[in-house]
């Protein structure tokens, strides 16, 4: 099958050598102009902060409010937090570095990066909603439907789970602000955004590729391309002009899935940690179904 595939592969980009230097270009540009700025200061400083332990004080005194409302250690708060707010793949790129510090229990880690690893608000309200659907109005419905189904699951499967801090001698030592923590945070930034800028650029091309299958159903190609790579599959839903009942509820589906890009991203973020994918996969799938639904009640 991995024959087949990087066969097929290797044969677009033969055969289509302008299509491919296209999609390339393009998921290029979506990782120098929005990802880049974003998340590449954000990737060095949660390294700093995990590291040092400038992050522990603070996560332990929130911790004593957060833990009767919600089931996770106060090392959890802060990836659950920077999750939701700066978006994919940074929820599962700081669980995994809470593990590997030994701030966090590999099996909290296991559960909670499922949760956590959730496209930004920014992305959802200023390019689905702003730029391809002109309906900045559903910005609160939508981060409704968008993040509730798996912090609901996630809270139901945990409920009655107790927590605690974990403290190893490697999490000790790096106790205080150094000139190495700022060294070893800027080179791993750089490392994070590097990697997902070639998972991007590849499924672009995949996405530009899956456009050439003989699908008569604008929807069914609109669904491939979308759950290829949600970018590219937003953008090409907007462009079918199809009505807004049936749009919307597919940008929702294809936002809460992440694509197989990011599927591929997650798994780059936390190969160091032994986490399984599958249960990340069956939550991405329950969320959504459940945001395609939720969508369509809305609409």
């Known amino acids: 099958m991995y024959i087949i595939i990087l066969t097929g592969f290797l044969l677009y980009i033969l055969i289509f050598p302008k299509e491919t230097v296209s999609a390339a270009s393009l998921g290029l540009n979506l990782w120098y102009e929005k990802m880049l700025p974003t998340l590449l200061p954000f990737s060095i400083l949660s390294y700093i902060l995990i590291h040092s332990g400038i992050l522990d004080g603070a ?113 000790k030592k790096t106790t205080s602000m150094s000139f190495q923590i700022i060294d070893a945070g800027i080179m791993n930034g750089f490392e994070t955004l ?23 159903d604008p929807t069914l190609k609109c669904m491939l391309i979308g759950f290829t790579e949600i970018t590219n599959g937003i953008s090409y839903t907007a462009r079918q002009q199809m009505d807004f009942a049936k749009a919307y509820p597919l940008m929702m589906a294809y936002t809460a899935f992440g694509g197989l890009s990011g599927f591929a991203q997650t798994a780059s973020m936390v190969k160091e940690t032994g986490f399984s994918m599958a249960p990340y996969f069956l939550m991405k799938l329950f969320g959504t179904a459940v945001s395609f639904f939720l969508a369509l009640l809305l609409v």
């Open 194 to 216: 590097a990697k997902l800028g070639g998972y991007i650029m590849i499924f672009a091309i995949l996405a530009q590729m899956t456009m050439l299958i003989p699908i008569s």
């Open 59 to 171: 996560a332990k005194g929130l911790h004593r409010f957060v833990k009767h409302l919600f089931p996770v250690s106060s090392a959890g708060i802060y990836p659950l937090t920077a999750g939701l707010l700066f978006g994919f793949p940074m929820g599962s790129k700081i669980t995994a570095e809470l593990v590997a510090s030994g701030k966090m229990t590999p099996e909290e880690g296991q559960r909670l990066f499922c949760v956590c690893n959730n496209i930004s608000p920014m992305f959802i309200s200023s390019f689905i909603l702003n730029d391809c659907l002109q309906r900045p109005d559903l910005r609160i419905p939508s981060f409704l439907i968008l993040y509730t189904p798996p912090l609901f699951l996630y809270m139901i499967q945990n409920r009655h789970r107790t927590f605690c801090q974990q403290q190893t001698a490697r999490s």
